[in-house]
């Protein structure tokens, strides 16, 4: 249950870590025959079967016994997604009594992004695909801001400025930290919607890593919610 | 993580039992301090401070970032009161696809009550002290009661009643079994509420058997929550 | 926002009630177009068009503003179903301070039913078609069992015990009473799940008579989700 | 339930606004006595009695049964607090489809503050009082760097960048706007935590709002609440 290569991954300057669990795909099973006896110590073929069954027609509950703890540092923008998400328990570094540290998150010149077309079916390309140039201006546009930002971050603070005051001048993409305790049907819900194409790039990062995370501590409830169409049951 | 002897309690007919978990009192330190690089391997005596100081101005998320699972055998009136706690998650026997067994609760004849006073400051006192003879009757009556509607239960079945239709004989006395998994601070909010004395006797020995469990797991934070008032934060 | 005729249905010796309510479709297009200065008064055609989209691709939140409070009275084994739903609020009678009255659910001798198939995909079908006799039987049989489960509990009141311990007699067909408070969407959720071929015929009953009353509530909220196959978004 | 000049208050160039709600102190008695016929029509004094002894003991469901709409526009550190009260609903303005408006929350000279003490017990005075120069100062730098910040915005919109990616540079003291749908009960606990003198400054403003709203629907429970310590029951 100690934090494993597996079970951290870089993204940007941020990162997202499994830092325990307590799931496995025995507890769907468990769960979902609780009755006079029957528990199980190993998964069996039909247990598999049982999974897919629950997951087919929606049965929720039996995916829930079970906890991940992610620990995770990202941009405030997608921290601000992610905590949208209420079946689940945050914890977040306070800029109220700390300073923040000077850590942004600045796209790659292949990473920044034109939208076309209408809401609800929007396409993202790359802007560079155009103009190299303009995707280069954009990369120094944003960095020289987050710089300009910090500096005067830095010169609320020294002015006396509480922190919770001059925080206000910190873009949203300055990074942020938190713990994330979640059971796997919240998680899917989670995995559903920020991996899903329509899904902001950001987040979707940080989702597929925890997708990998997910796959690996319950693997059968994460085939079948893939054979299911990745719908939360 | 695997079950041990001392979380399992036998409670009449019934049982709980510590399914598994995922706690400690580090993880309330580390999910309150999430920050740059701040966390801790273990417990110094500045963050058994911050457990208290947490618990006394009630800041609950901290106690968030765990999970208990456990699986209880009690009767349907027990389980009743049980399932109003919404912050949690629940599996239980279906009588619509099983067949119930035919285990009741009869208290012991020491255990029948009678209530006084009035509503918000009711006392029970058994009934044994003031007339052994109408202790036992009730507990006789009791006990008729399960082995008739039993009797009705099984005739139905036989007459080719579907399950969950002949089940509606059974009285709130029989046992019904299911899984419960919870975090520290629904928990918390559990055992307050409880094991508190105008809580009814039959949940409050459940609830008992749990808090045991629960300190024994999360020995700091249990004892902030007893220093504190036994108050979920 | 007063009790309507149409706002209450009995069922068997039971009822549903719409006790009030703040609900419209208009609410659903001004919180998803929450934006500067942009609600509207009035439904237009392409709001009805974006309560449709919102469902179909399963944006939830935005049918969350909103609010029916029924009162409800049935049966403690379709309570017990209904209260399994967590998104909402539930307060119920209380047998611990107050003596249960005598109204128990018997099923009229044809909707007694038998059960075959196999699970997940049972079919119930009345006794009666089988046999008239063994349909009278039952009902007479829990007709009977009701008295006297009532019976026992008058006695052991009579004895001296306690409401809360002589209610443990009582089967799971008497009635009980309480008020639900939940929004659309998770209103949705629960007809999704009880007014399923599935669902137990017994709240079946109630699911679909709350439908009807959120159907002239909400009507093109209703409509959509009738459109996109009753799932809740 | 249409709103009225008292459901709204300027604060700074946002607001908070009650939309709509469906909320009397008699719904509490009547959720609380739920029972076979026993509702009444209007609050009688046994019933204030009740309502008070409901609020001192911490039974906290008969306060749920209400609703609260409210409309806000606040800047995004303020919302970022209030999004993480997870018993309520929120709909919130995207930046990612929409352009955010160019108006950002700039405290006035008096309001600029200086932290003082340690963690658990700060002090906040206004820096005015020490230096009227420093928060001139910090006042004119906030002000600028709002103005850069947004300059770079349009710039990178002006580029191409797809609007989801260009807010990045925007700060957190920008204003959003979102609908927030809250029970009494969830109300309470926000305005128990957000009206605190541990607060911020910025969202006790909006919490002190609400909470002149909440005492004119529910002048009872409020007053109740306030009796009882301001603690959510």
Redesign the interface.
Same mark, same amino acid.
């Given at each position: 249950?100690s934090e494993q290569p597996d079970f951290y991954q870089d993204i940007n300057d941020g990162f997202i870590r499994l830092d325990?669990?307590?799931a496995d795909d025995l507890?769907v099973v468990?769960?979902?025959r609780?009755?006079?006896g029957q528990d199980t110590d190993a998964l069996r073929d039909k247990d598999i079967g049982l999974i897919n069954?629950l997951m087919r027609?929606r049965h929720g #509950?039996?995916f829930?016994?079970?906890?991940f &703890?992610f620990?995770v540092k990202c941009? %405030?923008?997608v921290a601000?997604e992610w905590?949208?998400h209420?079946i689940g328990?945050?914890?977040?570094?306070s800029a109220?009594?700390?300073e923040m540290?000077s850590t942004f998150?600045t796209?790659r010149v292949e990473d %920044? &992004?034109?939208?076309r077309g209408k809401?609800?079916n929007y396409e993202?390309t790359p802007?560079f695909e #155009?103009?190299e140039n303009?995707a280069r201006?954009?990369r120094r546009?944003?960095s020289?801001?987050?710089e &300009?930002?910090y500096g #005067?971050y830095l010169? =609320?603070l020294q =002015?006396?400025?509480?922190?919770?005051?001059a925080? =206000?001048? =910190?873009?949203?993409?300055i990074f942020t930290?938190?713990?994330w #305790?979640v059971?796997a049907r919240s998680l899917m819900n989670f995995l559903e919607l920020r991996t899903a194409p329509a899904a902001?790039q950001e987040i979707r990062e940080y989702a597929l890593a925890a997708e990998t995370m997910f796959a690996e501590v319950m693997p059968y409830t994460y085939k079948a919610w893939v054979t299911n169409g990745r719908i939360c049951p």
């Amino acid at each position: 249950m100690s934090e494993q290569p597996d079970f951290y991954q870089d993204i940007n300057d941020g990162f997202i870590r499994l830092d325990a669990y307590m799931a496995d795909d025995l507890s769907v099973v468990n769960s979902a025959r609780v009755s006079f006896g029957q528990d199980t110590d190993a998964l069996r073929d039909k247990d598999i079967g049982l999974i897919n069954y629950l997951m087919r027609w929606r049965h929720g #509950t039996p995916f829930e016994h079970n906890a991940f &703890r992610f620990h995770v540092k990202c941009p %405030i923008f997608v921290a601000r997604e992610w905590f949208r998400h209420r079946i689940g328990s945050f914890n977040e570094f306070s800029a109220r009594y700390s300073e923040m540290p000077s850590t942004f998150y600045t796209p790659r010149v292949e990473d %920044i &992004r034109q939208q076309r077309g209408k809401q609800g079916n929007y396409e993202y390309t790359p802007i560079f695909e #155009t103009s190299e140039n303009d995707a280069r201006e954009a990369r120094r546009a944003i960095s020289d801001a987050n710089e &300009r930002a910090y500096g #005067t971050y830095l010169y =609320l603070l020294q =002015l006396g400025v509480a922190k919770e005051q001059a925080r =206000l001048v =910190l873009p949203v993409n300055i990074f942020t930290e938190f713990y994330w #305790t979640v059971n796997a049907r919240s998680l899917m819900n989670f995995l559903e919607l920020r991996t899903a194409p329509a899904a902001q790039q950001e987040i979707r990062e940080y989702a597929l890593a925890a997708e990998t995370m997910f796959a690996e501590v319950m693997p059968y409830t994460y085939k079948a919610w893939v054979t299911n169409g990745r719908i939360c049951p």
